[in-house]
């Protein structure tokens, strides 16, 4: 049985709360969360016992004997949290984006590994059936070598008034398209070079930072990947995964919220477009709690280890720098 310290009792932390409770190879042991009312909400709404929620992660650890954190708190927090856990010799499973800072980020890793403790990420989108059916399908060599991939976000992101998704810059990139940022990693397997990015605000928005850009990543083999997105929309919408289509020599595989199909057209005797039946998985936040259980058991490195995250959190600053600076932006730049 996994002992767990959640931390965060936010509307996150309440989520990963009820997927915990689903489980029976792991319980929580403390609950920490500084504001007073959503100690009381959780209380009160969420059956979490009194006696076992702290204000802070020290109080918690100095009461309960644990295995990992679950930490759900925002960005800029996570660092004290995770380096925390390591000096106490807790292993980390730790909401995305790893940082707010990647200095930081990189820092944390290193306490990670010095420590010997496991550090995941919790990249749940990876993890669902179109990616993980994608991955495949282009390592079978279904188009050929994949030469463009184009992805379209349109959502209405983050209405939450008052929120630090509101109000922060940048916070659609930093936030969101990290899920999407690595899936890039995950679904083509290979790593950006360099990245050009412009973002920009609708006078319709609700959010003070950029909430639509356009983003292109370069790769050392010629590929190239767009991301457009618009956190403001108001119109029709894609899913969370975005819509995607990815383009080879023998043919695309486009997905969207509703269906995967795999089409050749052009150039061959016998056109093709057909439906693909993805991969049956697991949902998305088990396969993590999975993988993270199953990492320390087999004392090895988890999927969405933090120090593989670190590629996918280089591609999120990168783009940000780019945009702030207007010009093509290098990886090597960022770390």
Not at 57 to 79: C, S
Not at 124 to 151: H, V
Not at 231 to 241: E, I, K, L, M, P
Request: aromatic share 10%.
């Amino acid at each position: 049985m996994y002992r767990c310290i959640l931390a965060g009792l936010g509307g996150q932390g309440l989520f990963w709360l009820r997927e915990v409770r689903k489980r029976n190879d792991c319980e929580i042991v403390a609950y920490v969360e500084p504001s007073s009312a959503n100690q009381q909400r959780a209380i009160e709404q969420h059956g979490v016992p009194k006696e076992r929620l702290f204000a802070s992660l020290d109080d918690a650890l100095e009461k309960v004997q644990a295995d990992f954190v679950l930490d759900v708190t925002p960005p800029a927090v996570h660092h004290v949290i995770a380096e925390k856990a390591f000096a106490a010799g807790l292993h980390v499973l730790e909401e995305k984006p790893l940082s707010d800072n990647y200095a930081t980020a990189k820092r944390v890793v290193e306490q990670g590994l010095k420590h010997g403790c496991k550090h995941m990420i919790t990249q749940n989108y990876r993890f669902g059936s179109f990616p993980r059916t994608t991955r495949r399908l282009l390592a079978e060599g279904k188009i050929g070598k994949p030469g463009q991939c184009d992805i379209r976000f349109y959502i209405p992101w983050a209405d939450i008034p008052g929120s630090h998704y509101v109000t922060q810059p940048y916070m659609l990139i930093n936030d969101m398209m990290v899920h999407h940022f690595d899936m890039l990693r995950y679904v083509l397997g290979t790593e950006p070079e360099s990245v050009q990015a412009i973002t920009w605000n609708h006078p319709w928005g609700w959010h003070k930072g950029d909430a639509a850009h356009s983003i292109v990543f370069f790769y050392p083999d010629g590929l190239i990947a767009t991301h457009v997105a618009c956190g403001c929309a108001v119109g029709s919408q894609t899913g969370w995964n975005g819509d995607w289509r990815i383009e080879g020599p023998k043919g695309s595989i486009d997905w969207d919220k509703h269906q995967m199909t795999y089409s050749h057209l052009h150039r061959v005797e016998q056109p093709v477009q057909e439906k693909i039946e993805p991969l049956e998985v697991p949902p998305a936040h088990q396969a993590i709690l999975d993988e993270f259980f199953t990492a320390i058991r087999e004392d090895r490195d988890p999927e969405c280890s933090a120090a593989d995250n670190l590629k996918s959190l280089a591609m999120v600053f990168a783009a940000i720098k780019s945009a702030q600076e207007g010009r093509k932006v290098s990886l090597k730049e960022i770390g």
